[in-house]
């Protein structure tokens, strides 16, 4: 079966840098695009833009240009968030998600379990 | 950029009520939008994609439509696994979601 299975939780101090991993298994991982989101505690779902996952190609949300990076390591069926210069306001849970042509449409039809960052001195 | 403007913000509904939350954009999307249900400490699950169409395994109780470029999801009979958080997505542009209703039951 279709599992995105992400890296644990990371505790970082303002000003470092972390990277999450999202790690697919059940497909070909190159067939597919890989979204990553957003959800701050307590608030709502806010999407930082995806990654052509044949190409290697970034599209970043304007909110998320600058500090913050997709990557792959296709060989490993991996996807990569990495952020840099950590702000309080980074602390977060980050959710990869599958895009799927379903019907036509395109969703976001698998998720990883989500990565949680906390940025505190 | 395209915006989604969700309401309610939060709502309390009995057992076996009707349930109706909905989403406007900012343009016109055409059937480029998908309805999520978040339970807590959980990822977002797809329920409606297309608008209208239910995605595989989602209960009946589920549907959407679309009046122009205002979309509702409908809870026919309100389940208390049900509760959760709520959210539109459209794809027509990027992607936007919007800011989820919480539903609580009464």
């Known amino acids: 079966q279709i599992q995105l299975v992400q890296s644990g939780p990371e505790l970082k101090k303002p000003g470092e840098s972390v990277k999450i991993s999202c790690k697919a298994s059940g497909y070909t991982f190159t067939d597919y695009a890989m979204h990553w989101v957003k959800q701050a505690p307590g608030k709502g779902l806010k999407w930082m833009g995806w990654i052509n996952t044949y190409t290697g190609k970034p599209t970043y949300a304007d909110d998320f240009k600058g500090r913050f990076v997709f990557s792959l390591e296709a060989s490993a069926s991996t996807a990569n968030l990495q952020i840099s210069n950590l702000k309080n306001e980074d602390t977060a849970t980050y959710f990869c998600?599958?895009?799927?042509?379903?019907?036509?449409?395109?969703?976001?039809?698998?998720w990883g379990q989500g990565a949680s960052v906390t940025v505190s001195s | 950029d395209i915006q989604m403007t969700q309401s309610p913000a939060s709502l309390s509904a009995s057992l076996e009520e009707i349930v109706t939350i909905t989403c406007q954009a900012s343009q016109d999307i055409g059937n480029w939008l998908a309805w999520y249900q978040q339970k807590p400490g959980k990822s977002p699950q797809l329920l409606i994609y297309g608008a209208t169409s239910l995605a595989d395994g989602v209960p009946s109780r589920f549907s959407g439509s679309r009046s122009g470029t205002q979309y509702s999801l409908k809870i026919s009979r309100l389940q208390v696994e049900d509760i959760g958080i709520y959210y539109c997505?459209?794809?027509?542009?990027?992607?936007?979601f919007g800011s989820g209703t919480k539903l609580e039951i009464k």
């Open positions: 997505l459209q794809a027509y542009s990027a992607r936007t």
């Open positions: 998600a599958r895009d799927y042509v379903y019907y036509g449409f395109d969703v976001m039809d698998a």
